[in-house]
C-alpha cells in the first residue's frame, strides 16, 4: 500500500464529487490489470492527469507520471514526487528520466506521459516527441493512447481557471494497445494516427457550441489553429528565453 498515493486518489475522486464533474470512461478494458505499458496521453489542461490517472485506478492500477522537473521546487510537488513514484523530467538533461522510466516499466508500471509535451493552445495534436515510442521499445511494452477531452474547459493556457460545480462533461477514451514493434518512427507514426482518429471522434461525440474558446477552429469554434497556435508557442519560448538572460545578467552584475 503507498498511504500517499492512495490519499491522492480519494482526493481526487472527492474534487471530481464536489465539482459535479461527469467523467465517462471508454474502454478501460484496454489499460492492462498488470505489465507494463506507456500511457500516451493527449495534452490539453494542466489537469487532464486527473481523470487518466482514475483511468488507472478503475482497473486496479496506479500511474507514475513523468512531470517537469521545475515542479520539485514547489515543496507540496517534491512531497508527493518523491512519495507517488512520479518521474521528474529535466528538458536539458533528460537521460537520468528516461533510464528511471524504462527501469519502471521493466518493473511492470505504467508509465504516463504526454508525447507533445506541453499544452496544445489549439486543442488539436501538436507534433510529438519521440520519447514514448523509445521507451516502449527499449522496454518492450505496449502503449496504451488516451485522449482526455473536457478538462480544458477548468484550466487550460491563456484561459482563466473555471472552478467551482461547472458540472463540466469529460471523456476519457483509453485506445487499443499497440505493439513495440518496427522502428521508433513507425511505432511514433502509429501512435499519432491511432490518438489523431481517437481524437476527433471524442471531439465530435462531444457538445461543441459554435465560437467557444474551448472548441476546436476546424469544428466551428474559436480556438487558435494548429498555425496560430505555433505562433503563440514560439513566442513565450522567446519570451521566457529573454526573461532568463535578463535574470543571468543581473547576476552577474550583482557580483
Do not use: C
Amino acid at each position: 500500500m503507498e498511504p500517499v498515493f492512495r490519499s491522492l486518489e480519494i482526493a481526487a475522486k472527492l474534487a471530481v464529487r464536489a465539482t459535479g464533474t461527469r467523467i465517462t470512461f471508454r474502454g478501460l478494458d484496454n489499460l492492462p490489470v498488470k505489465g507494463g505499458a506507456v500511457v500516451a496521453i493527449n495534452h490539453t489542461s494542466y489537469v487532464d492527469f486527473l481523470p487518466a490517472g482514475l483511468a488507472a485506478t478503475a482497473r486496479g492500477r496506479r500511474m507514475r507520471f513523468m512531470i517537469k522537473a521545475e515542479m520539485e521546487q514547489v515543496k507540496v510537488v517534491n512531497y508527493l514526487i518523491r512519495r507517488t513514484g512520479t518521474i521528474p523530467v529535466d528538458r536539458g538533461a533528460g537521460a537520468g528520466a528516461y533510464a528511471a522510466a524504462v527501469d519502471a516499466l521493466r518493473r511492470g508500471e505504467l508509465v504516463g506521459v504526454y508525447p507533445e509535451a506541453t499544452i496544445s493552445r489549439s486543442f488539436e495534436l501538436k507534433d510529438f516527441k519521440t520519447g514514448a515510442a523509445r521507451m516502449a521499445l527499449e522496454a518492450d511494452v505496449p502503449i496504451i493512447p488516451i485522449i482526455v477531452w473536457g478538462m480544458h474547459r477548468v484550466w487550460t493556457k491563456d484561459h482563466p481557471k473555471a472552478l467551482g460545480r461547472k458540472k463540466f462533461p469529460v471523456t476519457v477514451e483509453v485506445g487499443e494497445p499497440i505493439a513495440p514493434t518496427g522502428s521508433m518512427a513507425e511505432l511514433d507514426a502509429r501512435l499519432r494516427t491511432q490518438m489523431t482518429g481517437m481524437l476527433d471522434r471524442v471531439q465530435r461525440a462531444y457538445p461543441t457550441p459554435a465560437g467557444e474558446y474551448w472548441v476546436p477552429r476546424r469544428l466551428g469554434g474559436s480556438a487558435p489553429t494548429p498555425a496560430e497556435a505555433k505562433r503563440l508557442d514560439e513566442a513565450e519560448l522567446a519570451e521566457r528565453a529573454r526573461k532568463r538572460a535578463e535574470r543571468e545578467a543581473t547576476g552577474k552584475q550583482s557580483r
